[in-house]
Every structure is written in structure tokens, then in C-alpha cells.
């Protein structure tokens, strides 16, 4: 389905939906206008680094502390890059349970020959369009309105599927063992990891589907994703994950300021966070920080190191190799964006495709906004009088 007709079929979907609502006597009672759900997130640490538990590490390299890895010549095998992108809004909320709507898109660019060109990924949709509601939190009224979505052509996704439908209707409770539908707040916040979770299983399916693409198997050509790896089959081992954004530092006591005063063209020995110890084998994966460029004026000691994960068994000297095949992307710079010290260009390049197909949605959005403003009890109320 083109993107540019998506807007239009989703509202209209939740439009029909509200309309039976209302007959029902069930009214959702218009939000926040306008407001983003992941600009409220500023201040926190990043979502890819939630499950960060400030464990000790398990280091792979000994003694830990800094290695030079070398200067790069310029060559670098990253030839493809994957990126996601999400924004959601709370439109109303049913009593105390929030409505939020979110899109999420997703791409694989692949550049030959110093230029890019989108991969030909058909299935998944590039763009999801989903509506998110405290389901399984027990309230009648959630669960009827969730009923007239489905009514309206919306689908549910099963826990162990990729996104293959743009419109869907996720339950933000699903995974909470006891939901109080009364926590405003924490609903909302669950949303947002939904809406999370539903750009990494886009992103997963999209990787899965380069892995096994004749052309990815037939050539040394490796692929960077932006942040960590989430979904990397056994029979593929060229996946980076590139994690621009070190908010809660992996490393504890005198690592620490190791790290901190990590010097740019530097690395850090190679290790596996404590949290991934604590998960399936499979879910391991070798990190080091990078030192991209200089500490920047006005930035803190942190702002241009990258995380980088790898396959769990590769080694030091092709970690090495990895370093300077990144230091090989920072040309050119990924400004204007202010994470750019610690950014690579390509990974840039794929954000500038992706947002407007987000943000585009934004502005389709109005027509619910006065449907929901006209259809509040107090309204109802009134023209019943005259």
C-alpha cells in the first residue's frame, strides 16, 4: 500500500470506530492534541537501553582498559543499513485508559557504488499504522471499543508475528501480570513500549528477510542496524547493532573512568553485558565502546562513545577491523542532528527517509481531533436539549 494513502485509511478506520462508540454510549474524551509520546521521554535513558541493570560485565579481552585498533585506510565492508522509526500520540482516553495511535516505519538501504538505493523488501510493510489500548487491563468499555476496531478493519498480531497488515490494534496490558486500569500513567507508558516493541519486530522481520537474500549470501557485504541486535539468524553472521546513545554506561567501579576518559580512535577491550548473561546464550552478544570524535563543547563525557555489538564469537582482531570500518563512515558528517558525534552518516541518511513518512500522518490526525471534541458527553448532553 503507497504510504501517501495510509493516513487517510487509518483515520477514517478509528473514525467509523468512534461513531459506533458513541451510539454505544461509550466516549472517548479527546487527549493531547498534538503531543508527541517520545519528545515526554527527554531526560530519561534511552529505550534501547531500558534493560541496562548497572551489572558488572563479563570482559572478554585481558587486561580491560583501552586499544588502539588502528588508523582506517578509508575501506569499510558496511554495505547495507537498517533503521526504524516510531511516533505516537495519546488522541483520548476512555475514562482513566488512554487511546494512543502510533506509525512505525522501517527500511534497508543498500549503497553501491557511493550511492544508495532502497532494498526491494516487500513483506513487511515498510509503514505500520497501529492503535494501542489497555486491553487486558478488565475494562468493559476498552474491550468494546476494541471489539468496533476490529469491526472497522483493524488486526491483531500474535506474539510471535511480523507485522504484515499497516493497521493493526495492540493491547498495551498484554503482558502485565496484574493491570490497574486506574494507573493513568503507567498505561500510557506501557503504550509506548508497545509501540517500541512493534518497530523492533518490524526491524527483526526486515533482518531475517536480508539474511536470506541471495545477494547478502553470496558476498562478504555486512549491515549496520541502528541499536542493538535484537534478531540475528545462526546461518548470517554480518549484522552490526550501533548504539548511539550511552545514557547508563555498561561498565562499573574504575571502568568507568576508563571510559570516561577514553581517548577518539580509541576502543575499549571487548565484553558482554551483565544483562545478557542473564538471558539465553543466543541473546549474547560482544560490545565495546568507541570514542567516535572529540568531546564536543557544551557535551559530556559521554557523548560521542558508541556501543557496538557483534556475533558473540567474533574475536579481537576482527573487532579491530570493525572499528575502523566505522571510523570509515563518519564522513560525512551526520549533521545537522545533534547526536551526530556518535553517529554514522548512512544510518543518517536512512532517519531523513523514514521521518516524513511518520510524521506525515501527524497532520491527518485533525479530523479526529474535532470528532472527539464534538462528541463528548457534555456535548451529547446538549443537543439533546435543544
Known amino acids: 500500500m503507497m504510504s501517501g494513502s495510509m493516513p487517510k485509511d487509518f483515520v477514517a478506520k478509528i473514525s467509523e470506530a468512534l461513531s459506533g462508540a458513541e451510539r454505544r ?21 534511552p529505550l534501547e537501553e531500558e534493560d541496562v541493570s548497572g551489572g558488572r560485565p563479563h570482559h572478554l579481552e585481558s587486561p580491560p582498559g583501552p586499544r588502539d585498533f588502528g588508523v ?38 543498500n549503497r553501491c557504488d557511493r550511492r544508495f538505493t532502497r532494498m526491494p523488501l516487500e513483506s513487511p510493510p515498510v509503514v505500520v499504522q497501529a492503535v494501542i489500548l489497555p486491553r487486558s487491563a478488565g475494562d468493559p468499555k476498552v474491550e468494546a471499543f476494541w471489539d468496533l476496531l476490529i469491526e472497522a478493519g483493524f488486526s491483531q498480531l500474535g506474539p510471535d508475528d ?118 539465553n546464550l543466543n541473546e ?16 559530556d563525557a559521554l557523548g560521542s562513545l558508541m556501543r557496538i555489538e557483534a556475533p558473540r564469537d567474533t574475536g579481537p582482531e576482527m573487532i579491530d577491523e570493525i572499528s575502523r570500518w566505522v571510523m570509515a ?21 536512512v532517519e531523513k527517509l523514514l521521518k516524513p513518512l511518520v510524521q506525515g500522518s501527524e497532520r491527518a490526525y485533525s479530523r479526529l481531533e474535532r470528532q472527539l471534541a464534538t462528541a463528548s458527553p457534555a456535548n451529547a448532553s446538549a443537543n439533546g436539549r435543544n
Request: hydrophobic share 40%.
Open 284 to 299: 549474547q552478544r560482544t560490545s565495546w565502546y568507541l570514542r567516535m570524535w572529540p568531546r564536543q563543547r557544551g557535551a
Open 162 to 279: 511480523v507485522p504484515s497488515s499497516p493497521h493493526l490494534v495492540l493491547d498495551s496490558a498484554e503482558y502485565m501480570s496484574e493491570a490497574d486500569p486506574s494507573d493513568y500513567v503507567g498505561m500510557r507508558e506501557r503504550s509506548l513500549v508497545r509501540v517500541r516493541a512493534l518497530r523492533e519486530r518490524l526491524e527483526g522481520g526486515m533482518l531475517r528477510r536480508w539474511e536470506g537474500d541471495d545477494r547478502v549470501l553470496d558476498s562478504d557485504d555486512w549491515i549496520a542496524v541502528d541499536g542493538q541486535l535484537k534478531d540475528i539468524a545462526e546461518s548470517n553472521r554480518r549484522a552490526l547493532g550501533l548504539i548511539k546513545s550511552v545514557a547508563r554506561p555498561e561498565f562499573v567501579g574504575k571502568d568507568v573512568a576508563m571510559l570516561l576518559d577514553l581517548e577518539p580512535g580509541m576502543r575499549t577491550t571487548s565484553f558482554v553485558p551483565d544483562w545478557q548473561l542473564r538471558r
Open 329 to 349: 563512515e563518519r564522513a560525512p558528517l551526520a549533521k545537522p542532528d545533534s547526536r551526530w558525534p556518535a553517529m554514522i552518516y548512512p544510518i543518517h541518511y
Open 25 to 45: 454510549g461509550i466516549y472517548v474524551t479527546a487527549g493531547a492534541g498534538s503531543c508527541d509520546l517520545e519528545a515526554q521521554q527527554f531526560g530519561r535513558q
Open 72 to 109: 582506517h585506510d578509508g575501506a569499510s565492508r558496511l554495505c547495507y543499513f537498517l533503521d526504524g522509526v516510531q511516533s505516537s500520540r495519546e488522541i483520548g482516553r476512555i475514562e482513566m485508559s488512554p487511546v494512543v495511535v502510533a506509525t512505525v516505519a522501517a527500511t534497508i538501504v
